[in-house]
């Protein structure tokens, strides 16, 4: 089976980083409506109960599948669904951020959304290096 396909998820992709802050912090921005708009999109706003919908600006529409607060967001986004999970680091000053996207329909699309993550991680970095 090619790298990325799964039998259950389809196409999936996964990138992370460690960033040069604490999880508190992290988790503020990413859950609050700056940060949900760089990774969900502008005017997405998050109820953190199972199944709420939302709504981008962009009309992309999908539900809460899982909301653990300072640890994961799970959305469906469209045909797809999208993670967004946290790990501290053992030293508190660090945190591992990670977005997870399933159910891509291609290999294409799946390099297509790891370019994507890799932006998205980038402007959160850089984000929080602003704070």
Known sequence: MPTGLTRDAGWQIGVSRTLAHPAPVVWDFISSPEGLALWLGPGAVLTPQRGAPYRTAAGVTGEVRGYRPADRIRVT???TTIQVALSPAADGARTMLRF??????SAEE???Q???WRRILDQVAAALDQR
């Open 77 to 79: 986004h469209g045909t």
């Open 100 to 105: 997870h996207q399933e159910r891509l329909a």
């Open 110 to 112: 799946r390099e297509q």
């Open 114 to 116: 790891r370019a994507y």
